[in-house]
């Protein structure tokens, strides 16, 4: 088994766990550790993308792009991230990162949407960037459908197709069977990226390398949307123990895990009702602060609204479901 490139995601998906509030000082010290620690590549953006800080996705305390600025001043050998996601980000945006900078773009859709993606990864190949496709929601999709729609990305110019286990739903086959699946389909690299809510994140990764991944992503201390992401320094222990030696220091990761991330939580990353109900149904993680604060304020469960949102197959951009769902499930009281 080969030792597939890592990427942390701390400063980006770990923002849905924070309400988007990490400040420039927060990034410089996570992204320099993460740096000494020889973390090869950092991801950092609202957590919805580039474009993200909205009314609809939570709008963050400061602006994204003085997030990364600190983050391109502060680092020295590993390379800058963000993800962008069409129709939240637009060429405005990713052609401001690109001159900051940048370098590589994330570009997310929903797994049957990789159509819609085609002008960006070609404008972020004539800006220079290393362009990752991510499928997200792939749990929803049988490999075939999702290989075919990766396929796509490649012919737009990706460098690399992820598989998205965005609501932490996946078991080991299935994250093992839709990386092998792109891997017998691309002729280029292969990532996957993991959420916890049915605790299964560090085991699906597994599985995934085992089917040839090239990338895979981690978050310190596990922050993340939902139940959170495969924990980068559990995942760098794990990588050890299996005797593949990533060169990273697993020291410094764990203190910065331990010393500054941790004392970042409003609340515990754990597997509670809510994120369990969310991976078991198959709903998109970022959308559960949204729906406990819905729960709240129409006096309803939020495990009852993620059921619902299950049922109704919702996916990213249809977070206006939410507040559809609560106010029908508070009028059945």
């Known amino acids: 088994m080969k030792l597939p490139r890592l990427t942390d995601t701390t400063l980006r998906d770990g923002s849905h766990a924070v309400s988007h509030r990490f400040t420039p000082e927060q990034v410089r010290t996570i992204v320099h550790e993460l740096n000494k620690a020889g973390m090869p590549v950092i991801e950092v953006s609202h957590g919805a993308g580039l474009h993200g800080s909205t009314i609809q996705q939570g709008f963050s305390t400061f602006p994204e792009f003085e997030l990364i600025a600190e983050a391109i001043n502060t680092v020295k050998q590993a390379k800058i991230a963000s993800l962008f996601v069409p129709g939240i980000g637009t060429s405005v945006e990713l052609r401001k990162a690109a001159e900051m900078g940048l370098d590589v773009i994330r570009i997310a859709v929903h797994c049957t949407e990789a159509d819609i993606s085609q ?101 310190l201390r596990g922050l993340g ?55 078991y ?29 299950g049922k109704r197959q919702a996916i990213a951009g249809q977070e206006d479901w939410i507040l559809d769902v609560a106010v029908e499930l508070a009028g059945r009281k």
């Open 225 to 279: 949307a939902g139940a959170g992401n495969a924990p980068t320094e559990v995942l760098v222990a794990v990588l050890n123990k299996m005797g593949l030696n990533t060169g990273l220091h697993l020291s410094i990761l764990m203190e910065v895990a331990e010393d500054v991330v941790a004392s970042l939580l409003t609340y515990p990353i754990v597997i509670d009702r809510d994120n369990l109900a969310s991976g």
């Open 281 to 309: 149904a198959g709903v998109y993680n970022s959308f559960l602060l949204h729906v406990r604060h819905a729960a709240e304020k129409f006096g309803v469960s939020a495990s009852e609204i993620v059921e619902e949102l």
């Open 119 to 219: 002008q960006h990864f070609e404008l972020s190949k004539q800006l220079g960037l290393e362009a990752v496709g991510f499928l997200m929601m792939a749990h929803t999709q049988p490999p075939t459908v999702l290989a075919k729609q990766a396929k796509l990305m490649e012919s737009y110019g990706a460098d690399c197709v992820y598989v998205v286990d965005s609501a932490g739903s996946m078991l080991p086959s299935d994250a093992r069977e839709r990386v092998q699946a792109l891997k017998e389909t691309l002729t280029i690299e292969v990532g996957f990226h993991a959420h916890n809510n049915l605790g299964l994140a560090i085991g699906n990764t597994i599985a995934a390398m085992e089917a040839g991944a090239d990338q895979i992503d981690g978050t």
